[in-house]
């Protein structure tokens, strides 16, 4: 068995995504919960996930949906109860399905316990348990900005200081160099685990160290010491998964993060592929056309670099992000198509797949009038690009191609009202599509994205060497074939991908010839020398490999 393949059961997993406030709605609020998502076990058991990684359900003021926590733990009432957690956890492991919560330790909410003591005064035991400046009204610490828009600091006239924010102002940074505070998170996570979680997503982990007179927020000095501490204290006592949330990771660091000896993390999000189609130097508003052989080039050197030497994520899609079929694929006349296309390049490649709730139904972008958004981020993101003169046309294409709000519009179970998401009004409104795209239209039908993704979560499971073998880019240069191989002791993997609406020749025919075709997204009878729009082929070959020139194409 490869060295890859050491038993770790999240090396062998499918990890789902649930966004619960968009998710499932069982008491009629128009907000998704936790009975909503226990109801829904069953959809899931039979896509075949391993566990489900749910977006934050402790108790906020939901400034920022839930990132702004006020109680590590206990529920918001919005999505139930601590029984309907523990209820949730009991239910999904009979399905041997495990919970992963997301940990968001940078910051708290500014309506937690800690920062309302903090703010009482400089000698309050919790004011060190965030980030204060002394200062002058009106004369910021530095020029730092906030990710949601405005100044990093925010003024407290009763203490004559300001305090950091890297994101919203109800969003205190936590100050990771106190080790009270440290301690303190030790001990809730511990909670968590005890209470049988099978592992933690960590909210912006490579942010904790930050430096803010140094004007560091990323990748601060002390980063891997206090991620080294942090699963010394909790996740190495348990059999867990755990995924930083990296957006500043390269590949050198994240052979730190996952390094095979347990020391940091299981794995993290790094967030490379997914920047490519943005301008240089701009923000991710900016957009700009995918460089295809970027992408290509992005995926091998990761693929390639943390072999055997750390983890890799595998992910299109998650609450932050836009919906990779209207970003990357064709949400129109090849939707299914492009749809399981891109669900099999990326499922052939090492690592753990994460499939983001409504990507294995094909669920699409939306383009709502500003009015019906309803994140922080793109709600502010329109005000500041008013008033900096962009036109209402320009600043609208942006947030329709790349607004979170893509991610978190209910999820589409059937054709019914609300697709069948609530019984209520729901929160955030439906895509309109949903009569088209839902659950109840794919669940039986082998032929639909559920069934494509099914499928693929099957094949991982029967064949080692999607989670043990070498990989190797094939065509690097080709501007529309997005072609590779994985490689182990006994067999061979080759996936053949038309990354677009044109049909091109197939150079690899050949090599496709000597394997057993395992699955494709194509009709049958098309040409084989040629890929059909979006066409993706996945073959195996076993007991012998395909010979060195095939390989070298
Ligand atoms: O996101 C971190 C983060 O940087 C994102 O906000 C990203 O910059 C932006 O979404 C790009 O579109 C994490 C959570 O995933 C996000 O939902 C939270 O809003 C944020 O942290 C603060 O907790
Ligand atoms: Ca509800």
């Given amino acids: 068995m ?99 919560l997301d940990l968001v330790l940078n910051h708290s909410s500014d309506e937690h316990r800690w920062f309302r003591e903090a703010k009482k005064g400089r000698e309050n035991p919790y004011h060190d348990y965030y980030v204060w400046r002394d200062g002058v009204e009106g004369q910021l610490p530095n020029d730092m900005r906030a990710a949601f828009g405005g100044p990093a600091w925010e003024w407290v006239p009763e203490l004559g200081q300001y305090y950091f924010h890297q994101f919203s102002v109800k969003q205190p940074d936590l100050n990771w160099e106190n080790p009270r505070l440290r301690r303190e998170i030790y001990d809730m996570i511990n909670w968590w685990t005890g209470k049988g979680v099978g592992g933690f997503r960590l909210d912006v982990i490579d942010q904790i160290a930050k430096d803010p007179d140094r004007k560091i927020t990323g990748n601060g000095p002390r980063l891997h010491e206090f991620i080294r501490e942090l699963s010394a204290e909790t996740f190495q006592k348990a059999d867990l998964v755990t995924v930083g949330e990296a957006w500043g990771a390269t590949t050198e660091l994240a052979k730190l993060y996952s390094n095979p000896d347990n020391s940091e993390l299981s794995m993290v999000f790094q967030f490379e592929h997914i920047c490519l189609d943005q301008v240089a130097g701009g923000e991710k508003w900016d957009l700009a056309p995918l460089p295809f052989r970027r992408l290509k080039e992005v995926f091998a050197r990761w693929q390639v670099e943390l072999h055997n030497k750390g983890w890799n994520s595998l ?3 998650n609450h932050d992000l836009p919906r990779i079929v209207s970003r990357w694929g064709n949400d129109g006349e090849y939707r299914v198509k492009s749809a399981k296309m891109l669900a099999m390049l990326l499922h052939g490649m090492q690592g753990t797949p994460y499939i983001y709730q409504g990507e294995e139904l094909g669920m699409t972008n939306v383009a709502f009038g500003i009015e019906e958004y309803r994140d922080i981020e793109t709600r502010n993101l329109y005000r500041e690009r008013l008033e900096k003169g962009y036109g209402e046309a320009e600043i609208l294409a942006s947030i329709h191609a790349r607004s979170r709000d893509n991610a978190r519009t209910p999820m589409q179970w059937d054709a019914g009202e609300h697709a069948g998401f609530t019984e209520g009004t729901p929160w955030i409104k439906v895509n309109p599509n949903y009569r088209q795209i839902h659950a109840a239209g794919q669940m039986e039908d ?73 699955l494709t997204n194509a009709e049958n009878g098309g040409e084989r020398q040629l890929l059909e729009p979006y066409e993706a082929r996945m073959y195996l070959k076993t007991g012998g490999m395909l010979s060195q020139k095939e390989k070298h194409l």
Avoid: H
């Fill in 2 to 100: 490869g060295k890859q393949n050491d038993g770790k059961w999240w090396k062998r997993a499918v990890i789902y995504q649930i966004y619960p406030r968009s998710f499932a709605d069982s008491n009629g609020d128009g907000i998704g919960d936790l009975q909503g998502i226990i109801s829904k076990l069953d959809y899931l058991e039979r896509l075949g996930i391993d566990a489900i990684w749910l977006s934050p359900v402790c108790r906020s003021p939901q400034d920022d949906n839930g990132y702004d926590i006020s109680d590590y733990q206990d529920i918001d009432p919005m999505f139930g109860t601590l029984e309907d957690m523990e209820q949730l956890i009991a239910e999904a492991g009979r399905r041997q399905i495990r919970i992963i």
């Fill in 315 to 317: 992910f299109w899609n």
């Fill in 446 to 518: 082998p032929d639909s994205v559920f069934g494509c993704y099914r499928q693929l979560i099957r094949l991982r499971k029967e064949y080692g060497v999607f989670t043990d073998g070498d990989f190797q880019m094939l065509l690097p240069e080709d501007e529309a074939i997005f072609a590779y191989t994985r490689t182990n002791e006994d067999s061979q993997l080759l996936v053949v991908c038309n990354f677009y609406g044109r049909t091109v020749e197939d150079p690899l025919v050949e090599m496709e010839d000597s394997a057993d075709l395992l």
